[in-house]
């Protein structure tokens, strides 16, 4: 693995070919030269390792011993990369070892080099941490060098401030070296640079933000996306992989819930090579909110564009120009005009497909044959014109970041390596002629850059710069000078970036996204899987033109990837590049942040940061290595449009409450909403009737997100719910009925299948099977029954003759069953149950009546039903957890069967798994009248209460030392008992109590909260 | 006699050859579309020095020559030379898109100052067909040119 700092522009090098030819006469001697002493099977340095303490003031020095070779054995296109070379051979080891301790190493560091005499000699340093498989601490591996401009040696520093001390593996590669010019090691305590001056610190509050995925099926190959909105409809578009989605946000509630559709185009959901997506709304009036999707192809890329979020697409001619090998980018905006209003470079606006002229300009841009070429459509993106080349490889990189136009019609794009800077191509002739303007502080990159532009022009530049941070900078003159140039991870201790992404809003405001790992190394973002940091998405907003920026982690306590974030492209280990080259930044109409990104660590172990491996570390081993969709959408604080700011004390915005009916219970759960920036205290929960009075049903604290209201019997209430905090009530939710959710123990019980209607072959609404339902409604007797209710499409009388509706089904114990409502040749109405021997080529079995159905068995014809009800016992006597399986619907009538459901080959998953009769039993009603008090010993808390219900099998105590929240359980008592004391207590301590109920069927809801102070 | 005759034809033979027009080649400086990286490197070694690889098999090449400065080699997955581009001087011995290959054949945009000139070569016997693209905002002399296999787009 050769690092990338080849100088640019410089001639005379020596190049690793050459060197090669020149080595392999020295390698072929060190072989006579090894071979006359003999080889090792391994062979370290000599000597072999040292020890460097904080307070040596002389050097550790050794040699190398190793016999060369390199690049000679190393594969084409794998230049003797450390894993691949032999230890004694290629390579060779010193074991330095750091003693005292880390806080003994505050302001120094130790400097390690290897120094050799001839430019045509080439060595790479690696220092592991351990031993050389352990983590890769530094390394160092320039490349060519020229005998007039020597480069002969390569040096690192170790910190063990910060990476400890103890062992540590000095491994040297022979790139191209032999004996004949051996290296010489040494081991040196300097001390530590001083940090670079802190960036100015921001009086702003950090802006909030809330994560979305969408559900499984959408977004899960979602690498490299990007994104838009459409500021006329508020839909965000985002595309990743195959998938376009339209995402849509209902800011009635907060945060708002989202809802996620694939609205991919025919041409860009066929094959996927470097997605794009982009809604013309960045910038100017002009915007026209139309959204380009293209996947990158060999002529011209599979392009199209909609103005209505994919509901319907325009195919378009795609680039126009061979779209390359790599990074296509879509951008567009308003033209760059002369002062007489006429178009710069002669540009002319021609009718789209429609008739209709574009405003806008659209530009596609890529690389290939070693140029980034630049096309400009004329109509809205339906054609292209000519390509016309950025750059050159020899003046840039051939990647580049994506294309942003400025209200002016300025085009910018960015390029993370021109001349070992990083920097913008900036055409203000809407594309025809092309400069290259690179922000001088900067260094190389391995992540693309990115631009911002704020509504004034000013230019807002984010880059992962050389060194790994995230810097940023700012130019009002369209990036000939650049001022304000800092660090904006460095209030997070953010020491690794890859991906930026930015955006503007105001000419002062601009947002800028970054994956961020407070882990320092390059190896972070190499090809280590061994990187032992954590990976979150940081958003750094700014309010005052880039003076000072305000950094937020958007993903806590949720990484988007632990360990390597592979920036190697294909050349990246196995499950290191999942979240591929980069991620995208938008703004909505309303200045909200909208940040695009690949989530790799969604699991519950990988968030939690479970050891998977137990290596002692958490790395790639421990990643998920997933790409789910991800969109972080701003709920709170400034946004990028002052006109859009909440007012200053804001009060909370309105939860999203559901409600769910259960039995005779409403279960009811809110978010917690944007807070204003001021902490929620509390929650209140309304319930009314529609047209009727409306009462405060309970008040919460604001760690409580839910309730169950357990008197919600006897009228159709619907529910409401507030947030306060110290700025007082927000807005309400909005008024929810409960939904019903099916239960065994209620209603028809679980939908097991359902059928189409209308396919009865004699079309007798009364055979047309809709759905089969089954139940275990309570039985206060404890007797074990089971409920089967058939849907018919209109069951009338009378019941057609000698006709069985007959559901089959094999039983807890294997063996077949089935009940059914039958008429004879009068028409006379039977319910009866019997075994069924299924045929094994799934033709019709054999059933044998056994009996009659029990009481209750029943057919409706205002409901079109037919319930029948039978006894455990007569079907196996199947118990809770039992399973009936295979489960088909037949109607025959005399010898033909008009309609049937799940027959031709029964699926065995069709079925239903009893829970019990007791598990429907009603909860009971909740305990009141909480009383605590001290008891006789210091250390006691009596409590009592009253019990209110006859069902109970157990009381709960629960205690917490708040009241609002923290509670966890302490007793389980049995039925009908109302005290219990406490003498796990500390004294002087306040204690809050509550107690609930319970039994089989759930437990109820809680008592009054009882406090007490100990004594 | 004989003599003369053979020095007129000669001089008849070299007349009509310069003013032949130049045929599109698929190599550039020894470069030739379809040649090993191995061999590529070996010819690019004896002209000049490797500056920088870039991702996708590509490299940027500075080379001793009086009117080209730099080699873009692209290679195939194969490590075959998928592509070349010359860099122009700008500074020194100029080319003309006519010295790449005869203008008549090629073809032509000219909007605002980029000049683009592409030939297309078709396959034939067992030879792939290949493009040749000469870029430049004079009117008369490139700046760069390229040659690049038709068969394949490396999009990988």
């Known amino acids: 693995m050769r690092h990338n700092s080849f100088r640019f ?10 060197r090669r030819v020149l080595i392999a006469a ?9 071979a006359s002493f003999g080889f090792h099977s391994t062979r370290a340095s000599s000597p072999a390792g040292g020890t460097i303490n904080p307070t040596a003031t002389t050097p550790v020095t050794w040699v190398g011993t190793a016999t060369g070779g390199g690049a000679i054995n190393a594969p084409l296109g794998l230049i003797a990369p450390e894993d691949l070379c032999q230890e004694g051979l290629t390579c060779d080891t010193y074991t330095l070892t750091v003693g005292g301790t880390a806080a003994d190493w505050s302001g120094k560091q130790i400097r390690v080099k290897i120094e050799w005499l001839l430019p045509v000699t080439d060595f790479d340093l690696y220092i592991h941490k351990d031993s050389n498989s352990g983590p890769l601490v530094a390394s160092s591996g320039r490349g060519a060098t020229s005998p007039t401009d020597p480069l002969t040696w390569e040096d690192t520093t170790i910190d063990p401030a910060i990476t400890g001390v103890g062992v ?84 009635t509630a907060s945060p708002a819930p989202a809802t996620w559709e694939d609205v991919s185009a025919s041409n860009t959901s066929l094959r996927t090579l470097d997605p794009i ?13 139309r959204t380009f999707v293209s996947q990158l192809a060999g002529k011209a890329s599979l392009m199209s564009f909609t103005d209505d979020d994919g509901a319907t697409w325009t195919i378009s001619q795609g680039s126009g120009i061979n779209s390359g090998v790599d990074h296509q980018t879509v951008g567009g905006g308003p033209y760059a005009r002369n002062p007489d209003g006429s178009l710069k470079g002669g540009a002319v606006q021609l009718p789209g497909p429609n008739g209709q002229t574009y405003p806008n300009a659209v530009y596609y841009a890529s690389q290939d044959i070693g140029l980034a070429e630049i096309a400009r459509s004329d109509n809205g993106g339906f054609t292209f014109g000519v390509a016309i080349p950025m750059w050159t490889l020899a003046q840039c990189n051939g990647l580049h970041g994506h294309i942003k136009v400025a209200p002016d019609g300025t085009i910018y794009v960015p390029n993370k390596s021109c001349g070992e800077k990083q920097g913008v191509a900036v055409s203000e002739d809407n594309g025809l002629s092309w400069t290259i303007r690179t922000v001088e502080e900067s260094t ?28 940023v900078a700012v130019s009002r003159n369209r990036g000939a000078t650049w001022e304000h140039v800092q660090d904006v991870g460095a209030a997070q201790g953010v020491q690794n970036t890859v991906f930026p992404a930015v955006i503007a809003g105001d000419g002062n405001r601009a947002a800028y996204f970054f994956l961020g790992s407070t882990t320092p190394g390059a ?111 701003q709920t709170g604080g400034k946004r990028l449009f002052a006109a859009f700011d909440p007012p200053v004390n804001a009060k909370p915005e309105p939860p999203l409450l559901l409600a769910t009916k259960d039995g005779d219970a409403v279960n009811l759960v809110w978010s917690i909403p944007e807070d204003g920036g001021s902490p929620i205290t509390g929650y209140r929960l309304f319930r009314g009737v529609e047209g009727g009075s409306e009462s405060l049903l309970a008040s919460f604290g604001p760690e409580v997100n839910s309730h169950t209201d357990n008197e919600a019997t006897g009228g159709n209430f619907y529910y409401r719910v507030t947030a306060s905090n110290a700025n007082g009530e927000g807005a309400s939710s909005s008024r929810v009925f409960p939904t019903v959710s099916e239960s065994p123990c209620t209603g028809l019980g679980l939908t097991i299948m359902t059928d189409a209607a209308g396919d009865s072959l004699d079309q007798i609404a009364g055979h047309d099977i809709r759905s089969l339902h089954i139940g275990e409604p309570f039985s206060a007797d404890g007797s074990q029954k089971l409920v089967f209710t058939l849907k018919m499409t209109d069951l009338a009388d009378p019941l057609t003759p000698n006709t069985q509706w007959r559901v089959y089904f094999t039983g807890a114990n294997g063996n077949g069953y089935f009940v059914d409502m039958s008429t004879d040749l009068l028409g006379a109405v039977s319910f009866r149950y019997g075994t069924y021997i299924h045929n094994a080529d799934n033709t019709a079995g054999t059933s044998t009546i056994v009996g009659n159905l029990d009481a209750g068995s029943s057919y409706n014809t205002q409901t079109d039903t037919i319930k029948l009800v039978v006894s ?15 489960m088909f619907v037949r109607v025959p009538v005399v010898a033909v069967v008009p309609d049937n459901a799940n027959y031709a080959s029964p699926n065995p998953a069709v079925g239903y798994t009893l829970i019990g009769n007791a598990a429907c039993q009603a909860r009971p009603a909740a305990p009141s009248a909480l009383v605590a008090v001290g008891g006789q010993g210091k250390g006691t808390v009596i409590l009592n209460w009253s019990d209110n219900s006859n069902n109970e099998d157990n009381f709960f105590v629960e205690r917490s030392t708040s009241m609002s929240g923290g509670y966890i359980q302490i007793a389980t008592l049995g039925a009908n008992v109302r005290t219990y004391t406490d003498n796990t207590v500390f004294r002087k301590t306040t204690y809050f109590y509550r107690v609930r109920s319970g039994n089989a069927g759930g437990k109820s809801s809680y008592s009054n909260v009882a406090s007490v102070k100990t004594k | ?55 996708k098999r590509q490299e940027v090449w500075a080379v001793k020559d009086a009117r080209i400065s730099h080699l873009l080699v692209g290679y195939d997955k194969d490590n075959r030379v998928r592509y070349v581009t010359a860099i122009a001087r700008t500074d020194g011995q100029r080319i003309r898109y006519q010295d790449v290959a005869d203008l008549k054949s090629a073809q032509q945009s000219h909007i605002q100052g980029n000049h683009k000139f592409t030939w297309q070569v078709a396959a034939r016997r067992g030879h792939t067909g290949y493009i040749l693209v000469a870029h430049g905002h004079d009117p008369q002399y490139l700046e760069t040119y390229s040659v690049k296999k038709l068969d394949q787009e490396e999009i990988d």
């Open chain 1, 9 to 18: 522009g410089t001639s005379g090098r020596f190049s690793r070919e050459s």
């Open chain 1, 26 to 34: 020295g390698f072929m001697l060190a072989l006579l030269a090894a």
């Open chain 1, 168 to 251: 540590y593996t000095v491994r040297a590669v022979y790139y191209a070296a032999t004996l004949a010019d051996q290296y010489r090691g040494s081991a040196t305590i300097e001390s530590k640079p001083a940090a670079p001056p802190a960036p100015p610190p921001s009086t702003e509050t950090a802006p909030r933000y809330q994560n979305y995925q969408p559900p499984p099926g959408l977004g899960d190959s979602a690498g490299e996306p990007t994104m838009g909105v459409n500021w006329n409809s508020g839909a965000a578009m985002f595309i990743a992989g195959l998938q376009t989605l339209r995402v849509k946000f209902d800011d």
């Open chain 1, 277 to 289: 997506l982009f809604t013309d709304s960045d910038a100017g009036a002009s915007r026209t909110n």
């Open chain 1, 444 to 471: 190389s990159g391995d992540t693309d850059p990115s631009v911002g532009i704020g509504s004034d022009g000013t230019v807002y530049f984010g880059y992962a710069d050389g060194d790994g941070h995230a810097r």
């Open chain 1, 523 to 633: 190896n972070g973002r190499q090809t280590d899987r061994s990187f032992p940091g954590a990976w979150y998405g940081y958003i750094a907003t700014t309010y005052d033109g880039g003076v000072t920026w305000v950094t937020a982690n958007a993903t806590p306590n949720d990484p988007v990837q632990r360990g390597v974030v592979c920036t190697s492209g294909t050349t990246c280990p196995d499950g290191t590049r999942n979240l591929l080259d980069f991620n995208d930044l938008t703004v909505d109409k309303q200045g909200r942040v909208l940040a695009a990104y690949a989530d790799g660590c969604v699991s519950s172990d990988c968030i939690r940061g479970v050891d998977r491996n137990g290596d002692g570390r958490l790395d790639s081993n421990d990643n998920d290595g997933t790409e789910k969709a991800t969109i972080i959408r």
């Open chain 1, 872 to 886: 455990n016992s007569k079907i196996g006597n199947p118990q809770a957890g039992g399973r009936l399986s295979r």
């Open chain 2, 1 to 55: 006699m004989k003599r003369t005759i053979s020095v007129f034809l000669l001089l008849t033979l070299s007349v009509l050859a310069s003013a032949a027009p130049v045929r599109p080649r698929p190599e550039i400086m020894g470069i030739s579309l379809d040649m090993s990286r191995d061999a590529a490197r070996a010819r690019l070694n004896a002209i000049g020095n490797l500056e920088k690889e870039e991702r």
